[in-house]
């Protein structure tokens, strides 16, 4: 994990600049991505990759973050990107974004978005249950077109993380299911439609996993299921897609493996299987979100009131929370925080940093320890780039922040700051 940059005056400094100077130029709360980051999370990913001496691609899981910018970043470092709306492809295509470089997601497309993704020629539509294939191969004989997909398959493995954000167990409303002999028939049924072709199989075990058991465990998974395939069907999956769901440390108590360290094993693990099972070695696609953005982001805020309260800790609030970072209360995730404008001073109390919403459960960070502060001091929330704004909301009509990106010493609005006027826009009168 990088150290934070501070400089004389005693300010966080992100990507080049004092986040006191954003701040006077954009207000609170804000978001703030250092774009030098999220190349460097990429770089450390198509480094680890091209050392495994694997085919491979990376896609990236745009859901973590989604905006008109970050596909652009994405697109210029090379990536592909899944998509799991039609908003999410829509705001892929207008940032001109490659279709062809991107993969359809979703348990329940409808047959709109289906539509869009064929008539806007998407790389590759990952098919997840029986209707979808029946409602696609309706969608490309109207259109008399054909297009790539991927089955997604649920492997039957339960992912060590958070319950909400396990997708790989067998009860799960994603995908194919292997052990009962669905995903076997949904690969028949599949390539007797002339329209569609396979080009490989996906399994998203889960979202912020910290050890490799998980991956090691799908690949031989897959990779059985490839020689079964082989054996009965002549058919060989030419891509295993392995998702996301690699862990970032949120706080110094979280230690999860580098991504290098995740591929190596994925590598080893493959090689192996594919001896055992004399399959050819697949092209390998990874889908990180949360590793490529998460890093990168930070949350920043501005100091307002405070309550003090005999023998317990005191609440120290800020003008965001619930409604820009969602996190700590729906998932009791984990941040840390530092006093932005004040880096320098020594730690002096420990405080529960509240937002602003009207409910309880709007805490941002229990425990925090901190310098005494004031209100107008800034707080930044660190690590907060992957599902924080993408998960952010409008509840209690608080507007959304603006969203900047900061490189090399220059900051750039590419999400601007909602008004009250935004938050009227769709509303009628009732007369
Ligand atoms: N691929 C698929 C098919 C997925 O469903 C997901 C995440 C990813 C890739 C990316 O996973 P990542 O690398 O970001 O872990 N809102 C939750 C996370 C939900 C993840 C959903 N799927 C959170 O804030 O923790």
New binding site residues.
Partial sequence: KQALRVNEQGHLVLGGVDATRLVQAYGTPLVVYDVAVIRQQIQEFQSALRHSGLRYQISY?S??FAAVAMYQVIDEEGLHA?V?SGGELYTALQAGFPASNLSF?GNNKSLAELEMAVENHVGVI?LDNFHEIDLLRRVLLAHKTSCNVML?LTPGITAHT?R??Q?GQVDSK?GFDVDSGQATRAVQEVLAIPQMTIIGI?A?I????FGVTGFELLVKKLMALSAQWRDQLDFTPGILNL?????IAYTAADDPLTPADFIQHIAMALREAADQHQVALPEIWI??????V?PAGYNLYSVGSRKDIPNLTPYLSVDGGMGDN??PA??H?KYAAVLANKMDAPTQETVHLAGKYCESGDVLVDHLALPRSEPGDLIAMLDTG??GYS?ASNYNRNPRPAVIFVEDGLAKVVVRRETYADLVRLDARYE
Avoid at 243 to 247: L, V
Avoid at 287 to 292: D, F, H, K, N, S
């Fill in positions: 899981a859901k973590a899944d799991v997601h990952v997604r958070h909400y954000i997708t994603f996906h998203h889960g979202s912020q996993i998702g996301g769901g690699f862990g889908e990180p979100g949360r590793a490529i998460g969602i996190r729906l998932y995730a992957a599902y998960m």
